[in-house]
């Protein structure tokens, strides 16, 4: 195991940077109990893969359709949990992520929300039945509708962490990804600054963190870097989760490592489940 606190990780005898803190963390995790994750996503591989990353702290978050959602299923999971992470020294936290069908409405109870010790919330998993579409994929209006579900999930009281907003999966999407990025790029354009400010300080002010998630990267969505560098400057805090399906997404790649280090966060900057709720 790679213990970052002891190694520096090749940064010789200085302290660690907040951009190593972030990416000591990864709490968008998915198990095989998702049912779009791999079959090998079982506890006891997770964090054997989450560890040589060298992650501290890590969450699982499975989608909330997986289970029957009760408070015994709940318990169950967390002695699961628990029972996995016996005698290591990486901390593990129990998380769900769910989603926004629209203002108003999201996909789980604030009950049950409160039985997870946080709760990712997606503002765009258009592939699920019941959540409100887009009348089109025209920029503007895509715009509009993914800043109207932003901030829904913004003041919904279930969310602790934004799930990747504005990121375009092609897989939900069903567009090629280099067609998909330059929707996603003129679509970001067309977003009305002053509400999507707005949005973010009612996020900072309620410690409400946005998701850094590395797929849009992967996606090519690379116009989203400003996205990122506004929420820092916004001292909203970020969570970063690699929404892992299988294994080999669990650790951070160079690219987004550049990236963080590109940010200049502090430690107001990092999203802990510690300040849920
Ligand atoms: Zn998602
Ligand atoms: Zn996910």
Same mark, same amino acid.
């Given at each position: 195991?790679?213990?970052?606190?002891?190694?520096?990780?090749?940064?010789?005898?200085?302290?660690?940077?907040?951009? &190593?803190?972030?990416?000591?963390?990864? @709490?968008?995790?998915?198990?095989?109990?998702?049912?779009?994750?791999?079959?090998?996503?079982?506890? /006891?591989?997770?964090?054997?893969? $989450?560890?040589? &990353?060298?992650?501290?702290?890590?969450?699982?978050?499975?989608?909330? @359709?997986?289970?029957?959602?009760?408070?015994?299923?709940?318990?169950?999971?967390?002695?699961?949990?628990?029972?996995?992470?016996?005698?290591?020294?990486?901390?593990?936290?129990?998380?769900?992520? &769910? @989603?926004?069908?629209?203002?108003?409405?999201?996909?789980?109870?604030?009950?049950?929300?409160?039985?997870?010790?946080?709760?990712?919330? $997606?503002?765009?998993?258009?592939?699920?039945?019941?959540?409100?579409? /887009?009348?089109?994929?025209? /920029?503007?209006?895509?715009?509009?509708?993914?800043?109207?579900?932003?901030?829904?999930?913004i003041?919904?009281?279930?969310?602790?962490?934004?799930?990747?907003?504005?990121?375009?999966?092609?897989?939900?999407?069903?567009?090629?990804?280099?067609?998909?990025?330059?929707? &996603?790029?003129?679509?970001?354009?067309?977003?009305?600054?002053?509400?999507?400010?707005?949005a973010?300080r009612t996020a900072?002010s309620?410690?409400?963190?946005?998701?850094?998630?590395?797929?849009?990267?992967?996606?090519?969505?690379? +116009?989203?870097?400003?996205? @990122?560098?506004?929420?820092?400057?916004?001292?909203?805090?970020?969570?970063?989760?690699?929404?892992? +399906?299988?294994?080999?997404?669990?650790? /951070?790649?160079?690219?987004?490592?550049?990236?963080?280090?590109?940010?200049?966060?502090?430690?107001?900057?990092?999203?802990?489940?510690?300040?849920?709720?």
């Amino acid at each position: 195991m790679i213990n970052l606190e002891v190694t520096g990780k090749g940064s010789g005898t200085q302290a660690r940077g907040q951009e &190593a803190m972030l990416l000591a963390t990864n @709490y968008h995790i998915h198990t095989h109990y998702s049912p779009c994750a791999a079959s090998e996503m079982r506890l /006891p591989a997770i964090l054997d893969a $989450a560890e040589e &990353a060298g992650y501290e702290r890590i969450g699982i978050s499975d989608h909330c @359709y997986s289970f029957d959602l009760n408070s015994y299923r709940i318990r169950d999971l967390r002695q699961e949990l628990q029972e996995a992470a016996k005698e290591r020294k990486i901390k593990v936290y129990l998380g769900i992520e &769910a @989603y926004i069908l629209r203002h108003r409405l999201g996909s789980i109870t604030p009950q049950i929300a409160g039985l997870f010790d946080y709760v990712l919330v $997606a503002p765009n998993h258009y592939h699920i039945r019941g959540v409100a579409q /887009p009348t089109r994929l025209h /920029p503007r209006i895509l715009g509009e509708h993914e800043l109207y579900m932003f901030e829904a999930t913004i003041n919904s009281p279930i969310t602790d962490v934004v799930a990747h907003p504005f990121v375009l999966s092609p897989r939900i999407f069903r567009i090629a990804p280099d067609r998909l990025a330059e929707l &996603a790029r003129a679509m970001m354009e067309s977003i009305d600054e002053k509400r999507l400010v707005g949005a973010l300080r009612t996020a900072q002010s309620r410690g409400i963190a946005i998701e850094l998630n590395p797929k849009f990267l992967r996606y090519g969505q690379t +116009h989203l870097e400003s996205f @990122y560098k506004l929420c820092v400057e916004l001292k909203v805090r970020l969570s970063f989760g690699s929404d892992a +399906h299988m294994l080999d997404e669990i650790a /951070p790649d160079p690219q987004i490592r550049a990236f963080v280090d590109s940010l200049e966060l502090t430690e107001e900057h990092i999203w802990s489940p510690e300040l849920a709720r």
